[in-house]
C-alpha cells in the first residue's frame, strides 16, 4: 500500500497544514471507527491508481466517537492538501473505476460548469434520484442521466473541489446529512453539485435512526430560518430575500417609484433655485 495515513487524534485536531503541495491530486479523507474496514478501503484505492502523490487523512474514532462528520470535516478539509478532497466512508469500495476515469469525470465537469464545486456517485436531484452504485439496495445501479446537477449528494462518497472553500455548517452537528447541507452551502455561493458516473460499492444500506432525525430537523431549523422572507437593512438600500417572485417584483417597483420621485423632486428644487 502507499504511505500510511495520517491520523487526527484529539491533540492534533485544531492544527492546519503546514505545507502548500500544488500538484497534490487527490486527498482522501475518511471518518475511521473500524480499522480493519478501513484498510479494506485503502487496498481498493491503492488498487485503483490513487496512491503515491495522493495523500490520506483519517480521524481517528476507533475508541470512541471523539469527532463527528461536520466539525471532523471541516478539519480533514483544513489539513488537506489535494486539489480534490474526498470524503467518503470506510465501507466503500473502489471497483473497475479508478482514478483515470475519475480525473476523466471531473474534467468532464469542468467543461461543463466551470463552478461546480462538489460531486458524488449518489443524490437527489429535485426531479428523483440520480446513482451510479452497487450497495445491498441493489448492483450496478445506473439511475439517471449523468452527470446530473444535484440539490443532495449522498455522504458514502463526495468529492470537493478543495479551490471553492465549502465546508459543512459550524452551527450542525451528527453523523448525517452533511452532503446536503455541503449542497446548499454550494449554491449558496454561486457553485453547484452533480452525481457523476463513477461507479463503486458501499457496503453499507444507511440507517434512520433516532440520531438521523435529529439531524434532519436540526438541517430544517436552520434553512428555514435562513431562507424565510427578509428584507436587511444596509447603510443604502433594504434588499428583499424572498422565494416569492411576485413580491419581489413589488418591493422592486416600490422601490423604483420611490426612485423616480427622488429624482422629481431633486429636478424640481434646482429649477426652483435658478428662478431664485
Not at 134 to 150: M, R, T, W, Y
Not at 224 to 247: A, F, H, K, N
Request: charged share 25%; glycine share 8%; with cysteine.
Amino acid at each position: 500500500m502507499s504511505d500510511a495515513p495520517l491520523w487526527i487524534k484529539d491533540d492534533e485536531a485544531g492544527s492546519a497544514a503546514t505545507q502548500h503541495h500544488p500538484d497534490l491530486p487527490f486527498t482522501i479523507a475518511t471518518i475511521v471507527n473500524d480499522g480493519a474496514q478501513y484498510e479494506e478501503m485503502r487496498r481498493s484505492f491503492d488498487a485503483a491508481g490513487f496512491a503515491g502523490d495522493c495523500e490520506y487523512l483519517a480521524l481517528d474514532n476507533r475508541e470512541g466517537n471523539r469527532f463527528e462528520a461536520y466539525a471532523g470535516i471541516r478539519m480533514l478539509l483544513a489539513r488537506a492538501h489535494g486539489r480534490y478532497v474526498i470524503v467518503c466512508h470506510q465501507d466503500v469500495r473502489l471497483l473497475t473505476d479508478g482514478r483515470d476515469q475519475l480525473l476523466g469525470r471531473l474534467d468532464e465537469l469542468d467543461r461543463l460548469d466551470p463552478l461546480w464545486a462538489l460531486a458524488g456517485n449518489a443524490g437527489g436531484t429535485g426531479h428523483g434520484l440520480a446513482l451510479r452504485i452497487s450497495d445491498p439496495h441493489g448492483e450496478n445501479q445506473k439511475v439517471g442521466a449523468l452527470p446530473a446537477k444535484a440539490r443532495s449528494l449522498d455522504e458514502n462518497f463526495i468529492i470537493l473541489k478543495r479551490s471553492a472553500m465549502i465546508a459543512p455548517s459550524v452551527d450542525l452537528a451528527g453523523f448525517h446529512l452533511y452532503g446536503t447541507d455541503l449542497c446548499l452551502q454550494a449554491r449558496m455561493r454561486g457553485h453547484s453539485a452533480y452525481v457523476i458516473d463513477f461507479h463503486l460499492r458501499h457496503l453499507g444500506r444507511g440507517s434512520m435512526g433516532r440520531d438521523y432525525y435529529a439531524c434532519l430537523e436540526a438541517l430544517e431549523d436552520k434553512y428555514r430560518s435562513l431562507l424565510q422572507p427578509v428584507e436587511i437593512q444596509t447603510t443604502c438600500l433594504t434588499p428583499v430575500l424572498t422565494p416569492s417572485r411576485w413580491r419581489l417584483l413589488l418591493a422592486r417597483f416600490g422601490r423604483l417609484r420611490k426612485k423616480r420621485k427622488k429624482l422629481r423632486l431633486e429636478h424640481e428644487a434646482k429649477a426652483a433655485a435658478k428662478l431664485d
